[in-house]
């Protein structure tokens, strides 16, 4: 059963330092999704890629977030530097891209920052 | 515009009942109006979505009812059971511009809980 995978699954940090999660997205998906859930604001799109080409990273903070796909099996999410704000779980989803099939979503990664 | 507005916030039925959860939308743009399943621990999890062509889909015990003219559509859960108590959300999204149908627009959220 494909499914998208995400590490690590839980990170406490300090504030100030990098942190980076990892997600492999369902081999053969082209369309892979970073979205972030709190209790205040719900889930939100963070970016989104299409065959690893940046589409749309409107929802992220710029100064401190970035995302990035190196390659068709790995996509990143990276903050530097952290903030006590950031706590979130982010999930990471991957779709075909066919219209409207379903989006895949990984089991999150829960990032608390002290 | 880009609002999707979801209730009840937390929702308690009893077991053989119907739970009924409600969204509404702004943007008429939107074309594609799935419901995710999520339980603790776990990414949500497509449930059943529509598309504005029809006013009603049904897939074993859960149905969306759709109101294009109202902007509104709903999940009914017949029969409700122990196991489907979880966290559901309604979302849309459109794939004007180019975009993609997995750029989701969420509602907040609807804590279920079925009593035994």
């Known amino acids: 059963d494909a499914r998208v995978t995400q590490t690590p699954r839980h990170k406490v940090t300090e504030m100030g330092q990098e942190v980076t999660m990892r997600c492999q997205p369902i081999?053969?998906?082209?369309?892979v999704f970073w979205y972030r859930q709190t209790m205040m604001q719900g889930l939100e799109l963070l970016a989104y890629f299409r065959n690893r080409a940046p589409l749309d990273d409107s929802g992220m903070p710029k100064d401190r977030f970035s995302a990035e796909m190196p390659d068709a099996t790995l996509a990143t999410l990276k903050i530097q530097p952290s903030e006590p704000r950031d706590s979130a779980v982010y999930f990471c989803?991957?779709?075909?891209?066919?219209?409207?099939?379903?989006?895949?979503f990984g089991n999150g990664t829960r990032l608390t920052v002290t | 515009q880009q609002q999707v507005k979801q209730s009840p916030q937390s929702l308690i039925v009893q077991k053989g009942g119907i739970s009924i959860i409600n969204c509404a939308y702004e943007n008429t743009a939107f074309d594609y109006f799935p419901w995710y399943q999520q339980f603790p621990g776990k990414g949500p999890a497509l449930l059943i979505a529509i598309r504005p062509d029809v006013s009603e889909k049904k897939e074993g015990r859960f149905t969306i009812s759709f109101n294009k003219s109202a902007k509104q559509f709903s999940l009914h859960i017949m029969d409700s059971q122990p196991g489907d108590s979880a966290t559901y959300f309604c979302a849309a999204s459109g794939w004007a511009g180019g975009t993609s149908y997995g750029k989701l627009t969420f509602g907040q959220g609807t804590i279920l809980t079925v009593h035994p």
């Open positions: 989803a991957s779709g075909p891209d066919r219209g409207t099939s379903p989006l895949h």
């Open positions: 081999l053969g998906h082209n369309t």
